[in-house]
Every structure is written in structure tokens, then in C-alpha cells.
């Protein structure tokens, strides 16, 4: 059974940061191509940031280059994304994304950045 459980959402104030971690399992994480998004109320789901399998190459959205990393650890299925320099514009929800052939995607979880 495939699964993207995140984790690491949460309340935090301009300016902050926070660690999103996407725990993976039923399939062979090394690889599928990982990805965050995100959809802020009202709006369509948007790609955060992306890594690839093979090389770990990574890309981001303009919207946060600079200011977030992707990274991801095989050997515990884990995917992750640190945001720092948070902005209010970054509340959303965030989704984990696994890619090759399948697509998968996770439950998400709510990052709201407010004062």
C-alpha cells in the first residue's frame, strides 16, 4: 500500500521557518522523482519544489527560490522541505508528490504563517 504521510505543518510568524518532512512507503522512494506544492485557499495547487531521483537535481518556483531547499534522504524514505524566511503569502496547504510512471501524492498538511 503506497503512502506520503507529511509532517512539520504548523502556525509560525513572518520571517520564521519550518521543516516539512514527507515519510514514504509501498513503493521504491529512490526512484521516483519527489515534489512539494501547494494550494492556498482559492487558488489552483501550485509546484514549490522538485528533486530528482538519480542526481538529487533540484528546482524550485520563483516564489520561493532562495528561501526554501528540497532535499531527500533514501535510506529513510524521507522527503523534506525547509522554508525559511517565511512570508504570509507561503499559507497553504503543502502536498508531498512522488513521480515516475505513477504519480502519488499525500494527504497534506497546513502551513499558515501569520503575526
Known amino acids: 500500500q503506497v503512502q506520503l504521510v507529511e509532517s512539520g505543518g504548523g502556525l509560525v510568524q513572518p520571517g520564521g521557518s519550518l521543516r516539512l518532512s514527507c515519510a514514504a512507503s509501498g513503493f521504491t522512494f529512490s526512484s521516483y522523482g519527489m515534489s512539494w506544492y501547494r494550494q492556498a485557499p482559492g487558488k489552483e495547487r501550485e509546484l514549490v519544489a522538485r528533486i530528482t531521483s538519480a542526481s538529487g537535481s533540484t528546482n524550485y518556483a520563483d516564489s520561493v527560490k532562495g528561501r526554501f531547499t528540497i532535499s531527500r534522504d533514501n535510506a529513510k524514505n524521507t522527503v523534506y522541505l525547509q522554508m525559511n524566511s517565511l512570508k504570509p503569502e507561503d499559507t497553504a496547504v503543502y502536498y508531498c508528490?512522488?513521480?515516475?510512471?505513477?504519480?502519488?501524492w499525500g494527504q497534506g498538511t497546513q502551513v499558515t504563517v501569520s503575526a
Open positions: 508528490n512522488a513521480v515516475r510512471i505513477l504519480q502519488f
